[in-house]
């Protein structure tokens, strides 16, 4: 299970500070915070249930490379002409890109299986068989 374990910076990360007093600074967040995940484990398989939500599964990528499974999309921002003309008096939703990778070594990746509905993408991530060499006794000449 530890596979799955998402790569990501922990919390009490120096630099995170500095992160915090920019966006304190010059008024919020300017990009997507990372989606949030639940992992099962049902024996055979883990199931990846992924929050998705504003996104359409065209914006959705799922890229493999080595052992490493990147989940990415990215909001494309709408015409500004049409923006403008309608007068915003605060402006609260995002555009921007997200990505979450996670590390695959124990899944057979040749056979994972995606869906997306209703703002969740589901991964069905099947686990490599293990090879147990078969017992036998040598004999001793």
Known sequence: MFDLIPFEHRNNDLFRYFDDMERAFFGGNTDIAPCKTDILDEGNRFVLKADLPGF????????????????????????????????FIRRERRYGSMSRSFDISSIDADHI????????????????????PANHRIEIQ
């Open 113 to 132: 299986e995606a869906k997306f509905e209703n703002g969740v993408l589901e991964l069905d991530l099947p686990k490599k068989q293990e090879t147990v």
């Open 56 to 87: 359409k599964k065209e914006d959705i990528h799922l890229d493999i490379e080595g052992d490493r499974l990147t989940i990415s999309a990215e909001h494309s921002e709408e015409n500004k002409t049409e923006d403008q003309k309608n007068n």
